[in-house]
């Protein structure tokens, strides 16, 4: 069985949702606290022994190649000031993983953006880590559990986690077979489905571990109204004829392709953070205390 060491991070979306922050950056750089998203996304990467990522981008998006790029001249200059912990800050990434970036011509949905990279994958298997989803689960990265499982299984893995019915609706929802621990056999999805008609509370949440022959399944995987092909029904087309698991994973999700979600995720890195979370906690307190008036 071949090591995983590949992931493909999709970032080509426009991210309508938080216009018009994002028109002329992309969502993908909005930070968390002091870092950029998409860096938690790299550093779950490296954590789980990734070696090769690719960044799959879209139109004005060359602030993220700048940003996995080096910087001499800031280097030059915070070098000058005797600031060497920012230099190695901008730098924590060098030598850990080597970086491709492919621009995506147009949006065709999730399936082919991840076909926009075959030649990147070759006949490998992969992670994909979607970058609206930003995990936290220190000492065990979410791509990691997803790994493991692969090398248990031999097979394609979706990461899921249960969600009470009325947050599951919003998601894809598997379709189970038999279910061990935290493998659940998985038999198909259904795309935000009535409450009354949850097959599962199992959805999935932007993690995946893909062996390579997924491609000839987005090939026969037929468009939506709109054109696009969708990666979850590639994957249930590859469980018709062959194991696919769910994984159950552990950790904290945060969904920040939302605003609210992006909004949570920042006050609670910020109450990780030590230099900042007892003021943070302080000014939480004041609030909750004068019941705040807008």
């Given amino acids: 069985m071949k090591q995983v060491k590949k992931a493909i ?15 002329a950056v992309p969502k993908e750089m909005l930070p968390i606290v002091d870092t950029p998203s998409i860096e938690y996304v790299v550093e779950e990467c490296i954590e789980s022994g990734i070696t ?22 800031v280097e030059t200059s915070l070098t000058r000031l005797g600031k060497t912990k920012e230099v190695a800050l901008m730098n924590r990434f060098k030598g850990k993983a080597d970086f491709v970036f492919i621009r995506q011509p147009e949006m065709q949905g999730t399936g082919k953006a991840v076909a926009c990279c075959k030649s990147f994958v070759g006949n490998e298997p992969f992670a994909v880590l979607f970058g609206d989803d930003v995990m936290y689960s220190p000492g065990l990265p979410v791509t990691k ?44 999805f259904k795309e935000k489905p009535p409450i009354d008609q949850l ?17 000839e399944f987005i090939d026969k995987t037929p468009p939506v109204k709109s054109g696009e092909v969708y990666l979850p029904t590639a994957i249930e087309l590859m469980s018709a004829v062959t194991n696919v698991y769910a994984y159950n994973f552990v950790g904290k999700r945060y969904d920040i392709g939302d605003k609210f979600g992006y909004l949570q995720a920042n006050v609670e890195y910020a109450l990780r953070t030590p230099a900042l979370q007892n003021d943070m906690k302080e000014y939480l307190r004041r609030l909750v205390d004068k019941d705040f008036v807008l």
Avoid: W
């Avoid at 990522?53 to 001249?73: P, Q, T």
């Avoid at 692969?150 to 279910?179: C, D, F, K, S």
């Fill in 9 to 23: 991070i999709p970032a080509a979306g426009y991210g309508t949702r938080f216009l018009p922050a994002t028109k």
């Fill in 52 to 73: 090769e990522i690719c960044i799959l981008l879209g139109r004005g998006k060359d602030s993220i190649i700048n940003h996995f790029d080096r910087n001499f001249e």
């Fill in 145 to 188: 559990q997803l790994i493991d499982a692969y090398n248990t299984t031999g097979a394609t893995i979706v990461g899921v986690q249960e969600m009470p019915p009325e947050r599951a609706v919003l998601y894809g929802v598997v379709v189970p077979g038999t279910i061990k621990g935290r493998y659940i056999q998985l038999k198909g």
């Fill in 199 to 215: 097959p599962s509370p199992y959805t999935s949440l932007g993690r995946f571990l893909l062996t390579p022959d997924i491609f």
